[in-house]
């Protein structure tokens, strides 16, 4: 019903900035919801990064907060897109970064993950 595909990670120095997107196109007949982003390092536990709603209200992980910037376009009815733009980056901010994507309609409530994309921070 809903299919996401993230883009943008990389190789960077610490203090760089990277941009990731991810789009999430919808079948007909299902609401996107609210958006996300999580990370996962090696050996921890996937943990929220940031998150856009429709109506554009956003959330952020305190690691984050004046670092990354989370936006939407949702201009478009079957294709909404998020970017999150990162600055000031860190070696800690090494991770594989997932978009998830809440959806629903009358009769379901349910999220899709996108495959992820690395991002690796150096020193």
């Known amino acids: 019903q809903v299919q996401v595909v993230e883009s943008g990670g990389g190789l960077v120095q610490a203090g760089g900035s990277l941009r990731l997107s991810c789009t999430a196109s919808?079948?007909?007949?299902?609401?996107?919801?609210?958006m996300g982003w999580y990370r996962q390092a090696p050996g921890m536990q996937r943990e929220l990064v940031a998150s856009?709603?429709?109506?554009?209200?956003?959330?952020?992980?305190d690691s984050v907060k004046g670092r990354f910037t989370i936006s939407r376009d949702n201009t478009k009815n079957t294709v909404n897109t998020i970017y999150l733009e990162m600055n000031s980056l860190k070696p800690e901010d090494t991770a594989v970064y997932y978009c998830?994507?809440?959806?629903?309609?009358?009769?379901?409530?349910?999220?899709?993950w996108g495959q992820g994309t690395h991002v690796t921070v150096s020193l």
């Open positions: 998830k994507t809440e959806y629903s309609n009358f009769f379901t409530k349910a999220g899709s």
């Open positions: 856009i709603s429709r109506g554009g209200t956003t959330n952020y992980a």
């Open positions: 919808k079948s007909v007949g299902f609401n996107l919801d609210v």
